[in-house]
């Protein structure tokens, strides 16, 4: 006899923050990469940047619990991460895509994202429409049926990306998802990451800032593994001078932004305001917890 499904359990998750990190701090062997880091990000596309050794890929790790935090407290999803968390619960909501990936080289495209929809424990029935819709939208539905080990760098990156939306996260992570993508591919990856924002929160780890401008309502500069400043674009441009290092407005902003940490000046409390700033959570609050 079947039971019946409540209705608390077919409703939509609320919480707080799809991200939410206080003193975190996490390790890449014996050095400190995420060093006591505050962070609340919610639904929306926002845009990771740091100068190389920053962190950025150790709090990648550290938010797709590949790596266990080392300190302070996580909750990803409205799920604490601790050392004794039901990591499967929270890793069925999220999609990932590291820097390097693995893959069987005879893995055609097609049974590469159906692996992984299956490594996320997708139900069987579900996993052969959601492949085809994720092939579809990274544009290699021409392709789903070449071998892994036939495609270009800037095919496999997309294969990557696929996998990392086929279970249509809550939380969508990834580290340089435009690294050998041209640049039209890089336009209507864009395009594709402002759609699944609106109802998803995503973080996209990357060294090009025109990539955040186009794509990313929220920026998150980090440094030295610690918060420097976290607002949205147009707050970001407006940091900068003209003697500021840079091609766009936006890159000034950036490098003034990383010249005022390292000098000492300080960004702490605008690092503050800009995570009060924008954004609701997936419960219709804002940041501070009070209704929109």
Request: with cysteine; charged share 25%; glycine share 14%.
């Amino acid at each position: 006899m079947m039971r019946a499904v409540s209705a608390a359990e077919t409703a939509p998750p609320v919480y707080a923050w799809a991200v939410h990190a206080e003193a975190l701090v996490a390790r890449a062997g014996r050095h400190v990469a995420v060093d006591r880091l505050d962070l609340a990000l919610g639904t929306g596309v926002h845009g990771l940047l740091g100068p190389n050794g920053a962190g950025k890929t150790t709090l990648m790790r550290t938010l797709a619990t590949v790596v266990r935090p080392s300190g302070g407290r996580l909750h990803l999803l409205g799920e604490p991460v601790t050392g004794r968390a039901d990591l499967r619960r929270i890793r069925r909501g999220l999609g990932y895509l590291p820097q390097h990936f693995g893959f069987y080289p005879r893995f055609t495209v097609r049974e590469f994202v159906e692996y992984m929809a299956w490594l996320k424990e997708m139900p069987k029935g579900a996993i052969p429409g959601a492949v085809q819709r994720a092939i579809d939208r990274v544009g290699l539905a021409g392709r789903a049926d070449r071998r892994m080990k036939t495609l270009s760098g800037g095919m496999l990156r997309r294969a990557g990306i696929a996998q990392a939306i086929v279970n249509d996260p809550d939380l969508l992570l990834l580290d340089e998802p435009t690294v050998g993508l041209d640049p039209e591919q890089r336009v209507g990856f864009r395009e594709l990451l402002r759609e699944i924002g609106t109802d998803c929160c995503v973080l996209t780890s990357t060294h090009l800032v025109e990539d955040v401008a186009a794509a990313c309502a929220d920026v998150v500069l980090i440094s030295d593994g610690r918060l420097v400043w976290q607002g949205d674009t147009q707050q970001l441009a407006d940091r900068g001078g003209a003697g500021d290092a840079g091609d766009s407005a936006t890159e000034r902003g950036y490098a003034a932004l990383l010249r005022a940490h390292r000098g000492g000046t300080g960004t702490t409390a605008q690092a503050r305001d800009g995570q009060a700033r924008g954004g609701q959570d997936r419960g219709g609050r804002d940041r501070d917890g009070s209704p929109a």
